[in-house]
C-alpha cells in the first residue's frame, strides 16, 4: 500500500529553468508534508515544507504548492541550477505523530 | 554544525552472519529513527525511540532485526542472521519535537550487501 507515489523516477531540466517534482498522496489524515534532497553517499537533508492549513511555502527558489482536494503537492525549483541535481524525495505525516512516509523519489538532473 | 553520525558506511557480510550498525544521533535529540531504504525506493521506518523507549516497530522484522538505545543517547540496530534481501541504505534521523511537527534530520547511512 503505497501511501505516497512520486510517479517520475526521473526529470531532466536545462539550468535556468524552472524544474517541477510531483507527489500524491492517498491517506487523508496526512496533514504535514516534507521535501528532502539526496545526493549520492550522503543521508537525505531537509529541504522545505508545508502544512496542510497552508497551499503555499516558499524558501527563496524552492515553493512548494499543496492541493488538498487532489491530495497532490508540487516541488518548484526557479531557476534549476546544476548543483540542484539530485533524488528528491516526498515525505507526509501527521502532526499527531513523527512517523515519516516517503515516496520512491525522483532522480532530478539539471544541465548546463 | 551537528551532524548525525553512523559507522560503519559500508559493510559487506555473508547470508546468516550477523551484523550491527550504530548511531548517534544530534546531541539534545530525544526522537531516534531507524531507516531501511532499498535501491529505487524511498526510506521506510523500521524502528522509532523516543529517549530509549520504543515508540513505534511495527515494520521491523523482530525475528531477525533488533535495535536499542539503552541510555537514550545513541542506538544499535542489528540483524541475526542477515539474509540476501537485506541488502540496502540502513539511515539513522534524529528530531527535536516542536509543537508536534518533527524535522528529521539524517545521518550518511551504511550501505549493507550481503552475499
Known amino acids: 500500500d503505497q501511501q505516497v507515489k512520486q510517479n517520475s523516477p526521473s526529470l531532466s531540466v536545462q539550468e535556468g529553468r524552472i524544474s517541477i517534482l510531483n507527489c500524491d498522496y492517498t491517506?487523508?489524515?496526512?496533514?504535514?508534508f516534507l521535501w528532502y534532497k539526496k545526493y549520492p553517499a550522503e543521508g537525505p537533508t531537509f529541504l522545505i515544507s508545508?502544512?496542510?492549513?497552508?497551499d503555499k511555502n516558499e524558501d527563496g527558489r524552492f515553493t512548494v504548492f499543496l492541493n488538498k482536494s487532489a491530495k497532490h503537492l508540487s516541488l518548484h525549483i526557479v531557476p534549476s541550477q546544476p548543483g540542484d541535481s539530485a533524488v528528491y524525495f516526498c515525505?507526509?505525516?501527521?502532526?499527531?505523530?513523527?512517523?515519516?512516509?516517503f515516496g520512491e523519489g525522483t532522480q532530478l538532473t539539471v544541465n548546463p | 554544525e551537528a551532524e548525525v553520525a553512523q559507522s560503519p558506511r559500508y559493510k559487506i557480510t555473508e547470508k546468516s552472519q550477523a551484523v550491527a550498525f550504530w548511531c548517534d544521533p544530534i546531541?539534545?535529540?530525544?526522537?531516534l529513527y531507524w531507516y531501511r531504504q532499498i535501491l529505487g525506493q524511498g526510506p521506510e521506518l523500521l524502528v522509532q525511540?523516543?529517549?530509549?523507549?520504543?515508540?513505534?516497530d511495527s515494520q521491523l522484522p523482530k525475528d531477525r532485526f533488533s535495535a536499542e538505545r539503552l541510555k537514550g543517547v545513541d542506538s544499535t540496530l542489528k540483524i541475526q542472521p542477515a539474509e540476501l534481501g537485506d541488502s540496502a541504505m540502513y539511515l539513522c534521523?534524529?528530531?527535536?519535537?516542536?509543537?508536534?511537527?518533527?524535522?528529521?534530520?539524517f545521518g550518511p547511512g551504511t550501505r549493507l550487501t550481503v552475499t
Open positions: 515525505a507526509a505525516t501527521k502532526t499527531s505523530g513523527s512517523r515519516l512516509t
Open positions: 508545508i502544512s496542510s492549513i497552508k
Open positions: 525511540f523516543q529517549d530509549e523507549s520504543v515508540v513505534d
Open positions: 546531541s539534545g535529540h530525544a526522537t
Open positions: 534521523a534524529s528530531s527535536l519535537i516542536l509543537a508536534g511537527v518533527t524535522e528529521q534530520y
Open positions: 491517506n487523508s489524515m496526512f496533514d504535514y
